[in-house]
């Protein structure tokens, strides 16, 4: 355990200007406070805070930061307050201990939900100082590293799967490779102990075989080099287990197959330096095609930069190379943390080399941030950020050549939403290339997109079946949910002033603020669509804001249940006719507020009925339908509807789909006779379903899409008089 007097000698020795005294006070001070507490491992309790604040200094990071590592634990664990460290420590340290201790306060309960709202916090502390990140991060490694001290095996795997999901990702996307390194490793040896095992051992049977070969390529490249006139520094670097592991699954390949092990990495003084390094290699060594990557001129999103080949190097090696400036290098092994002085609200960045950043490398982290705006519950905030970092990356460009990373798999959508939300929202066509492409095409490294819009244009719900992005999925589900949400408040408008009408009582506003507490909602229009997705009956609300009013028999509800058109709806609701009033099916979106039921596929024309259905709210059946037996005895879940009659009678409806029973003979030419018959009707058939088979007849069912019943009946008609259909019905049921 590092002792007070190194700790501060530690920082002093790359940070001169250091507070001293803070870091002595906080040292004193949660001494102290943690007391006699002892770790699962036996140890006093304060040697964790401590080794947290000793893996910082190995990232040079500020006394605060110092000083928030030693601190962090106390406010959770022992009787300390924000207020008082506030006061002993001041305002700085004080908030990052805050945006700590708010994590580990829900981080110790397992709850799956838990789990996602300290992520949720996480976000939220971090973009106030990427510090509170930093910590958390040490924090997690050096609990990963004592992890084996824990009894309980399911509680030690979930500690490391959450890493694995979670904080592994995050050290990646700030640029903390070695941490990632570290954090994986320490987490792939607890979910899979004996796949990293066998890795061990095959590395270890590859080290004493190449005893002598990675010095000799070493050497050589760094003397070809010279010979060019490149000063370099070069070094071998042996890839993780988990790494190994990784690309073996991804690629499907076994260990034996794999080409790049080991890793060389050439260090020069600039970028220059770095193409000219990467023209001496590319001349002196077969290039393995498909292997080059400039990271230079495309950065990932953290900031990482690096030339990557591959090449048939000395002794007819395929060996993968990395060349790099020194500074490029510190950036990719400790990330944000070579340049912590990064605050979100400061405008005028610098990297580590003092030249001027636009603060690319976060754009991730403003992303996260309108993915947490737009998600309802913390677990789907935890979804999309998963998706949102854990997939490799594509590059492509906008018109104007601007780069825009993006996931693997990625669609113009995915594309459309990254340049700006409102682009995405209004998305109606791409040009990929200068070519119209479809909306779900993949896109690839370097494809150019042109994204078209339309003012009139809102998400459609097909997409979500197609997006990577969390964000792009995220804003469509928030449309999906305000769109839903209009539905659910117009259906329990309209079973409100139903249920109102036929007690002959008046709807008010100020009679349904009265009833918000009884059913503990916060406005008129949540009490409104909580009606409309059946959680409260309209029945309930009535006997709420006027007490003693009695239930209707099923019967006078089924005589209530007439045909209304929209044009008389508001006159009808003003007269409060005893007749019912309707609620008009038009612009229906599928899986909403009413869907159309399965057993009897109603058509615009069929006498219909609704049925709340809790959640989903209301499901559309004919009035014969056999299903309805089942709610014979819940007649609050009856209500009234009508299809939307025209000016003229028309019905204001396409693509129904309506299901007929058929007969076909087995001939050849039967299915396209029955095709045929459909198209010339204008009909589409949607699916088609073979129940039974003999030598002589096929028994089958067919979903058409028809306009209403007329239509219906005329393609049944004409399928009749079709000499190798022998009978034809409207299925039921």
Same mark, same amino acid.
């Given at each position: 355990m590092i002792r007070q007097f190194e700790l501060v000698e530690t920082v002093k020795s790359y940070d001169p200007n250091a507070d001293e005294d803070l870091i002595n006070r906080a040292y004193v001070y949660a001494m102290k406070a943690h007391g006699s507490q002892m770790r699962a491992s036996g140890d006093p309790y304060f040697s964790h805070p401590l080794e947290v604040a000793g893996i910082l200094t190995?990232?040079?990071l500020d006394a605060a930061t110092i000083a928030t590592a030693l601190l962090h634990d106390v406010v959770e664990d022992t009787g300390a307050t924000l207020e008082e460290l506030e006061k002993m420590f001041g305002l700085e340290v004080a908030k990052l201990v805050d945006g700590v201790t708010k994590l580990t306060q829900i981080e110790l309960q397992s709850d799956h939900s838990k789990q996602a709202e300290n992520f949720r916090k996480l976000l939220l502390a971090m973009s106030e100082d990427i510090r509170v990140l930093l910590v958390k991060l040490a924090d997690r490694l050096h609990n990963m590293q004592t992890l084996h001290f824990i009894k309980k095996p399911e509680k030690r795997k979930r500690i490391a799967t959450e890493t694995m999901e979670i904080f592994s990702p995050l050290a990646e996307r700030? +640029?903390? $490779?070695?941490?990632?390194?570290?954090?994986? *490793?320490? /987490? #792939?040896?607890?979910?899979?102990?004996?796949?990293?095992?066998s890795i061990l051992k095959r590395l @270890?049977?590859?080290? *004493? @075989?190449?005893?002598t070969l990675v010095p000799l390529i070493i050497n050589e490249l760094r003397q070809t080099l010279k010979d060019n006139g490149v000063v370099a520094d070069v070094s071998g670097r042996e890839k993780t287990p988990y790494s190994i592991w990784r690309k073996m699954q991804k690629k499907d390949v076994p260990f034996e197959a794999m080409s790049d092990i080991m890793a060389f990495r050439i260090a020069v003084d600039?970028?220059?330096?770095?193409?000219?390094?990467?023209?001496?290699? %590319?001349?002196?060594?077969? &290039? &393995?095609?498909?292997? #080059?990557? *400039?990271?230079? /001129?495309?950065?990932?999103?953290? +900031?990482? $930069?690096?030339?990557?080949?591959?090449?048939?190097?000395? @002794?007819?090696?395929?060996? @993968?190379? $990395?060349?790099?400036?020194? /500074?490029?290098?510190?950036?990719?092994?400790? +990330? &944000?943390?070579?340049?912590?002085?990064?605050?979100? =609200? *400061?405008?005028?960045?610098?990297?580590?080399s003092g030249k001027p950043t636009d603060g690319k490398q976060y754009r991730w982290l403003r992303e996260l941030l309108e993915i947490l705006e737009t998600a309802a519950e913390p677990e789907e905030f935890l979804e999309h950020t998963k998706l949102e970092m854990f997939q490799d990356q594509v590059f492509c460009f906008t018109p104007k050549g601007d780069l825009i990373n993006l996931p693997q798999d990625a669609t113009p959508v995915d594309f459309a939403y990254a340049v700006h939300t409102e682009v995405g929202d209004r998305c109606v066509g791409a040009k990929i290339n200068g070519r119209m492409m479809p909306l779900r095409t993949r896109l690839k490294n370097g494809d150019q997109v042109d994204i078209s819009t339309s003012k009139t244009h809102t998400p459609s719900t097909a997409w979500e079946n197609f997006v990577v992005t969390g964000k792009a999925r995220a804003r469509i589900r928030r449309y999906v949910r305000l769109k839903e949400r209009d539905q659910y408040v117009e259906l329990g408008n309209a079973m409100l002033e139903r249920a109102f009408v036929e007690e002959d009582y008046p709807l008010t506003e100020k009679g349904l603020k009265g009833?918000?507490?009884? #059913?503990?909602?916060?406005?008129?229009?949540?009490?409104?669509?909580? &009606?409309?997705?059946?959680?409260?009956? =309209?029945?309930?609300?009535?006997?709420?804001?006027?007490?003693?009013?009695?239930? $209707?028999?099923?019967a006078r509800r089924l005589s209530n249940m007439v045909p209304l058109s929209r044009a008389k709806k508001k006159a009808k609701q003003k007269k409060k006719n005893r007749d019912g009033v309707g609620i008009p099916i038009r612009g229906l979106i599928p899986g909403m507020a009413v869907h159309y039921a399965g057993c009897c596929h109603p058509l615009p024309g069929d006498r219909i009925v609704g049925i709340i259905t809790t959640g989903k709210?209301?499901?559309? %059946?004919?009035?014969?339908?056999d299903g309805l037996r089942q709610y014979d005895e819940q007649p609050e879940r009856w209500i009234d509807v009508s299809w939307d009659i025209g000016e003229e009678g028309d019905i204001q409806s396409s693509g129904h789909v309506s299901r007929v029973h058929l007969t076909l003979l087995n001939v050849p030419g039967a299915l396209g006779a029955l095709s045929n018959v459909v198209a010339r009707g204008e009909a589409n058939i949607s699916n088609l379903k073979i129940v039974t088979r003999s030598a002589d007849f096929y028994d089958m069912l067919v979903d058409m899409e028809v306009r209403d019943v007329k239509h219906l009946n005329e393609i049944i008609a004409a399928l009749r008089a079709t000499p190798e259909i022998n009978t034809i019905e409207r299925a039921r049921g």
């Open positions: 190995g990232y040079r700030i +640029g903390m $490779q070695e941490m990632k390194n570290e954090l994986d *490793d320490l /987490s #792939f040896s607890e979910i899979n102990e004996e796949a990293r095992s @270890e049977y590859l080290r *004493d @075989e190449g005893e600039d970028s220059d330096e770095c193409y000219k390094a990467l023209g001496v290699i %590319h001349n002196a060594y077969r &290039v &393995v095609p498909g292997r #080059f990557k *400039d990271y230079i /001129s495309v950065p990932k999103p953290n +900031g990482y $930069q690096s030339l990557h080949t591959g090449v048939i190097g000395p @002794e007819k090696h395929r060996i @993968e190379i $990395q060349i790099r400036t020194r /500074s490029m290098h510190e950036i990719a092994e400790n +990330g &944000v943390a070579a340049h912590w002085q990064y605050k979100q =609200a *400061d405008d005028k960045k610098t990297d580590v009833v918000l507490k009884i #059913f503990q909602q916060e406005t008129v229009d949540d009490l409104i669509a909580e &009606v409309g997705m059946a959680h409260i009956t =309209a029945r309930d609300v009535l006997g709420a804001v006027y007490p003693g009013t009695k239930k $209707q028999s099923v709210g209301v499901t559309i %059946h004919t009035i014969d339908c």
